[in-house]
C-alpha cells in the first residue's frame, strides 16, 4: 500500500519540477505581476504550495506546524525552486516508510482533528495539484505557451515508457 503514496510522492515531485523548469525560463518579474488567481502572483501560488507541503511534513514528522522557513522566505525564484525540491524530496522520504495508518492528531482555529498519515499524503499531493493548474492559468494569462503537462496521467505514461 505505501507504494501508492509514495507514487503521489514521485508524481507531486515529478509534476512540480516540470513546471518549475517551465517557470525558470520566464523572466524573474514575470512571476511577481498581479493575475486573477487564489493568490495574486504566480510566485505567491508556488510558495503557498512550498507552504502546505512544509507544514504538513513538520506536523506528519511530530512537530506541530512549522512553516517559518516559508514565511519568512525572501530569496529569488531560483532559491525558492531549490528550497520547494528539497521539501519535496522529504516529503517523499517520509511517505516511504510512513506508518499509513498512524493518526495525526492536531487542532485548528480551537477544533481538534484526527486525520491518518494516507489521507495527509494525498491531501498535499491534490492541492499541489490544485494550485499547480492556476499556475498554468496564470501563465496563460501572460501569454505564455510553453507549458509542459503535469497530469498525473501524463506522469503514468512516461513511468510507463521508462522515462521516468
Known sequence: M???????????????NRL?????EQDEQLLTKEL????PTIRQ???HIWYAETGWLSRLNGNGWDAKKVTEFSGTNRELFRAWKITSNYFK??????D???EIQFEHKGEKFSIPTREIIQTVCNHGSYHRGQVVLMMRQLGISKIS???YIEWVR???RGNI
Open 2 to 16: 505505501n507504494q501508492r503514496y509514495l507514487d503521489y510522492s514521485l508524481y507531486n515531485i515529478w509534476a512540480n
Open 20 to 24: 518549475i523548469i517551465n517557470l525558470s
Open 36 to 39: 486573477v488567481g487564489s493568490y
Open 45 to 47: 501560488t508556488l510558495l
Open 93 to 98: 522520504d517520509f511517505t516511504s516508510n510512513a
Open 100 to 102: 499509513l495508518e498512524k
Open 149 to 151: 503537462p503535469t497530469d
Open 158 to 160: 512516461e513511468k510507463a
